[in-house]
């Protein structure tokens, strides 16, 4: 026997380890090890289960009809505006006003107008035909170029534009365009102005809403309230009074304003008083307006 192998077997018998050439020993299944069984998973008893959490519901504190009593507001604007209770997104005309094009379902002119033009040439779902078309008179429409042209003898740019924006009246993209700037400029801040001076009668929100449409939200109210004694609700007037006072003095500035196109508007703030008059001053339909407009709105 070699040195070395006796080295060898004495370290496997000092250390148990199996003999060289030996067959490793037989482990049989029954004594594979087996790992424990995971802990059953822990439940609340049903006594004190806790039940999910509802999600919190979105809080409005405008009323209940809002949404129908805008859809009527809208209606007669769109019969002030256009004729039409259901409106016109193509309606369009330059008026002896100095507004030059006046366009779609409420009439936008100017920066409004330009506004309405470049949200939807900058869609990218826009009909391109007509969006390329208008894109190219934006600069001239940011410079208000329509303003001072003759209505009687308008110029060949003009006419173009107005042929584009009838052509893209029947495209979504543009009637979401004609919404979104209305509601933004002049919807919000005509319930804005309501709020302010605690108006809360539907009618009253259609006169706001109407002189922030044909004056501008920032100064046409201001303008009418300054025209007259007394204050709103939020100065302890009442409404209905206050209401009829401010109808009566913008009647009598539009019916003698200098300008014949602004005389002729008059007309919509007399279809207000009528409601006012019939005490409808929750606009509550059908009602109709009697000429020029000869429509009920439903």
Known sequence: MTVWKFILEFFEMLFD?????????????SDTPTLPAAPPRF????????????????????????????????AILSTFETGKPEGDYSAIIVLPDRAG???????????SLHEIIRRYVAHP?????????????LPRLERDGTRDVDPNALPDWVNSVMDLLVGASDDWTMRQAQDEVFEERYWKPALM????????LPLSWAMIYDTCIQSGPAKGVDRIRAKFPGGPPSRGGDEKEWTIAYLNARYL?????????????????????GLAEEENWNLDTPFSFGPPYRVTIE
Not at 49 to 72: C, F, G, H, I, N
Not at 101 to 111: E, F, S, V, W
Not at 255 to 265: C, D, F, G, L, M
């Open 125 to 137: 779902d826009a009909d391109r035909e007509w969006a390329d078309g208008l894109a190219q008179y």
């Open 101 to 111: 094009i006046t366009y779609g379902l409420h009439q936008a002119t100017r920066d």
């Open 43 to 74: 439940e609340w008893p049903d006594a004190v289960m806790r039940e999910p959490v509802p999600e919190p519901e979105e809080v409005s504190m405008l009323p209940p009809t809002y949404a129908d009593k805008k859809r009527v507001i809208q």
């Open 253 to 273: 500035w539009l019916s003698t304003h200098e300008r014949p196109v602004v005389r002729s508007s008059a007309v919509r703030v007399q279809q207000l008083l």
């Open 193 to 200: 102005h309501c709020d302010d001076m605690k108006l809360e």
């Open 17 to 29: 380890l199996p003999r060289s050439g030996a067959e490793p020993p037989q482990i049989l299944d």
